[in-house]
Each structure stands twice: as C-alpha cells, then as structure tokens.
C-alpha cells in the first residue's frame, strides 16, 4: 500500500538533496579518473511494489559530510545499474522508503540490516556489483499528550507533532513525520514505520492557543524553546508530550536507568547500558558498585564479576555530563553475584520398599561443593508432593502404582541452589498380614461351637474390605470384612468333630480395597476339639 502523500514526498526529498548538493559543491575526483559501474538489487518484499523504493547514493566530501551523487534508476523486478561512480570517492547507498510497513536506511552489507546512521554504512567501491538492498520492517512509535488539569480538548482543539530525523547528516531516507492530536484519541498518538534505531526530535509545532510550541524534553513542564534541547526519541522510548502556556525549564536527567545484562555469575560478564537521557550531546561515564559501595576501578561499560564479589547486589551507576547544565546520575537495578551451582557427583539415594506404608529414607549424595546444607522435595510421578519435605517419608495409597523419588536441593551462601534427584521407582500394593486365633476360655468341645478371631493388618490402609475365607480341614465359610470393622472379625464355626482340625483364612479384598493391598492368607493353625 502507498501512502497518501508519496508524490509529495518524493519531491521533497529530491528539492532538499538537490539544495544541499549545490550548495556543497561535486567531489573534485568526479571529474578525473575513469567512470565505473555499480550495479544490484532491491529485495522487494512479498505485496510491495519496486515503485515504492528509491536508492540513493551520497558521496563523502572533503569537509567530511555526505552529499547527493545521484538517484538510481530502480527497475520493476529491484535492480539498478549505473555508472558514474569514481574510485576515489567514498559512496553510501541509502535506501528511501515509501512503504507503509518497510522502512530505509543506509546500506551496510548484503545480508546486513540497514543502519540508521550512515557513519555505520558500508562503503561501496566503484565497479561493485552484486549489491543487495533489503528492507526492514519499520517499527512504531508511541506516546501520549497530556495538558493540565483545568484544560478541556474541545473537538476543534488539536496538536500537531513533527518527528525530525537526528544525525542523518545531510543523507534523507526519513521524511519529517507528522501526527496530528486531539480530544477523541485520549491524548495518545503513535508515530508508525520509522527505523527501529534511528534518533528522532519531536517537535511541537501546532497547540491550542493558550500554550506554546516547542521541542519536546523529558520531564520538562512544556515544551522547550531551543532545538538543541530536544530528548532525542526512538521507537520503543517512553514519550510523554506535555502542554503547557510556557515553555518548560530543560534539564539533565535520566529518562531510563542503566540496564545490566549478564548471569551474574563469577568468572561471569555483566553489560551496562548506558541509560537514556534527556539531552543530546551528554559524556558518560560508568562506576560499578557492590553492595552500593564503589568498586576501586571498575569505571567501564562492563565488569567481570570476581569471588569476592559473590554474595553481594552489583549495580551500575551512570553519570552523564553536558557542557550547558549540571550533571546528573542514575543507577541500574542490582544483579546478585554468585558462583554457579554446586553439583551432585552421585545422585541421591533412597533407601526402604517401595509398598503402601513402608517408610522410606533419602541420601543427599555426593557433591562438587563443600559446606552445603539440604533440604528434600519428595515426588510423585515428578510432581511434589504436598507437605513432604522431610529426609523420610511413608508411602500413601495415592502413591501406589506411581513413581516416587526425591528431589535434593543443595544451598551455600554466595551459590546458586543445586539440585539433583534419585531415581524414580514404582511403588508396589500393600501386603496385608492375616492372621487367626482361637477365641475360647476353656477348651472346645464337640458339643459347642468355636470362634476364632481374624485380623488383617494392612500398612497404609486403616479400613481393609473384602471377603475371609476360612478353611478348616476340607471345608470353608465365607465372611465379610466391612470397613467398619477396621479388619478385624470374629467367626464362629460349625460344630466340629473331635480331633484335631487345621484352620487358615485368606483375605480376598474387595474392588476400591483391591487398588492398594493384595490378597493375602494366614498360617495355619490346629483346633483342638474334645
């Protein structure tokens, strides 16, 4: 898609580079040596058009600025070839866009994004070919307009902010921006499809009558007067216009603080931004700071962190300095230093049965680091399991038929928590244990009838269910075991015949009983009945 004011665009570019280049004169080697030809391509990206893509080459003059040599003749499949380039002259190929999503810059290499400042462009030799020119996706910049308290946007009262390119020295591949404010947009405006690293002045050039124009600064009061007072802006910058009926006081301050990079660790390299500030043109300066105390010269834009640093919050402080105003400071959010890790040598042990009820043991293992203290997660098929964070543990039913391990976290002041876990095993369905008695205060005769009384004792289930089935010689009896009993039963048999009769109970559990206990049977025992 196009732009609405491409025609115009175009015509400004080509009026204000022509100006520049009469007033500056040609390169007194273009007309000496012999004329070569430099010959590429615009990758054109999927939906855009080669018309909306203008190259145009600059050329270095003697007093070290750049000035128009010529525009290229892009074809409709992106190409250009011409001549009339000079080996002793210095080229920039900058790339104007009239795209609404792609964006120019300054050529600086193929297979290199374009880069906002020409100083960082790749010099083109006469004679090169095989030149590829891509764009880039543009990026958007946001801010807001604020005016004060008492004031009212009516519908006809409206804003107009100018985006002005910083330190393109003459080279135009960014048209001034205009975006114009009012009442219905809530005081917000976005400024879209400008290089994502270019500098840009924000000028206020239209208000509501009862306030100024001027150039944007941050956290000034209104807009200031002088030009060379603007905050330089970019897409992703924090911008907050604000409107006043005088202009504001500029001064230096930070608009964001230094920003650190890096793990932190020893041995490590941390990275500082610089920050951004609300003037152009600012010296800066770093002092690295540990525990907020001075660190004896550390003063560059990076610091590798030592052992002693271990244990301690390092910070930047960043001074910035300016010829016409005081100078100001801000300091990054702190990192923690520390050595990396400790690691386990041997994993972790756990030592017991893996079955409902069994109490199990763990063992942190061996590890890279002396002096560690530890501490124990255990686990259920890799997930912790609430509240146990003991050195031992009990098997639940919900851990039947699951993986259970133990994960072990190894602490040092000045490191890193380590952590190692054992291996996971299954763990198997309780064992109950059965057994039977006889219930009787003198002996049994043939004549009455005996009880016996039959436990099952299930670790980790209270309340086993199912069936008993008592045997005595070749025949049995069926009994059911209720939750309410808690496993325990009294059975009386039948009359027995006098002599001696073997007994045995298996307990058969029920279905739910079934999930988390076997089938199990007592020993035998021998009745006496006389």
């Known amino acids: ?3 609405p004011r491409t025609r115009l665009s175009r015509t400004l570019v080509a009026m204000v580079a022509a100006a520049t280049l009469v007033l500056a004169g040609v390169p007194a080697s273009a007309t000496t040596g012999s004329s070569l030809t430099v010959s590429g391509r615009v990758a054109i990206p999927p939906g855009e058009f080669s018309h909306l893509f203008d190259v145009r080459v600059f050329v270095l003059m003697d007093g070290g600025t750049w000035h128009l040599h010529r525009d290229l003749t892009v074809k409709g499949d992106g190409t250009f070839s011409e001549s009339g380039f000079y080996p002793e002259d210095e080229y920039r190929f900058v790339l104007v866009s009239f795209s609404d999503t792609w964006t120019g810059g300054t050529y600086a290499g193929n297979g290199v994004p374009l880069v906002a400042d020409p100083d960082d462009g790749a010099p083109v ?9 891509e764009p880039i996706r543009g990026a958007d910049l946001h801010g807001t307009v604020a005016a004060p308290d008492d004031f009212f946007w009516h519908p006809s009262f409206s804003a107009e902010l100018r985006l002005d390119p910083i330190g393109q020295d003459h080279i135009t591949y960014h048209l001034p921006a205009v975006v114009v404010v009012d009442g219905s947009m809530g005081g917000k405006f976005t400024i879209p499809n400008v290089h994502p690293d270019a500098r840009f002045r924000l000028n206020v050039r239209r208000a509501p009558a009862r306030f100024v124009t001027g150039f944007y600064h941050a956290g000034a009061t209104g807009p200031v007067a002088d030009e060379s007072h603007a905050t330089p802006v970019q897409a992703g910058d924090p911008v907050h216009v604000r409107l006043a009926p005088e202009h504001g006081t500029p001064r230096l301050s930070a608009v964001l603080a230094p920003e650190l990079s890096g793990s932190g660790y020893v041995g490590a390299r941390l990275t500082a931004t610089s920050g951004l500030w609300s ?22 834009s990076g610091y590798t962190v030592t052992p002693a640093d271990a244990g301690a919050q390092l910070a930047v402080r960043v001074t910035a300095s300016h010829d016409d105003f005081p100078e100001a400071a801000a300091t990054s959010s702190p990192v923690s230093a520390r050595f990396t890790a400790p690691r386990a040598t041997a994993a972790p042990t756990v030592t017991g049965t893996r079955r409902l009820g069994k109490k199990l043991k763990a063992t942190p293992g061996t590890w890279s680091t002396a002096g560690l203290t530890f501490s124990y997660q255990w686990l259920r098929d890799g997930a912790a399991i609430k509240g146990a964070t003991a050195r031992t543990y009990r098997l639940t039913k919900k851990d039947v038929r699951t ?11 000045g490191y890193d928590d380590g952590a190692s876990s054992s291996a996971a095993e299954k763990v198997a369905k309780g064992k109950p244990k059965v057994t039977v008695k006889v219930k009787a205060k003198k002996k049994v005769t043939a004549s009455n009838r005996a009880k016996v009384v039959v436990r099952v004792k299930a670790a980790g289930l209270a309340k086993p269910r199912g069936t008993l089935i008592v045997k005595y010689g070749k025949k049995k009896i069926r009994v059911k075991l209720k939750a309410k009993a ?10 027995l015949t006098q002599g001696k009769h073997k007994i045995k109970v298996t307990y058969k559990p029920n279905a739910k009983s079934k999930k988390f206990v076997k089938k199990a049977s007592s020993k035998k025992i021998t009745l006496r009945v006389r």
């Open 403 to 413: 993986r259970v391990s133990v994960r072990v976290t190894a602490r040092k002041a």
């Open 125 to 133: 030799e006469a004679g090169a070919s095989g030149l590829v020119i």
């Open 1 to 3: 898609m196009t732009r």
């Open 279 to 300: 003037l152009d043109d600012v010296v800066l300066s770093h002092q690295w700071l540990r525990n907020g105390t001075v660190i004896p010269g550390a003063t560059g």
């Open 486 to 495: 808690k496993g325990k039963v009294v059975v009386r048999l039948p009359k």
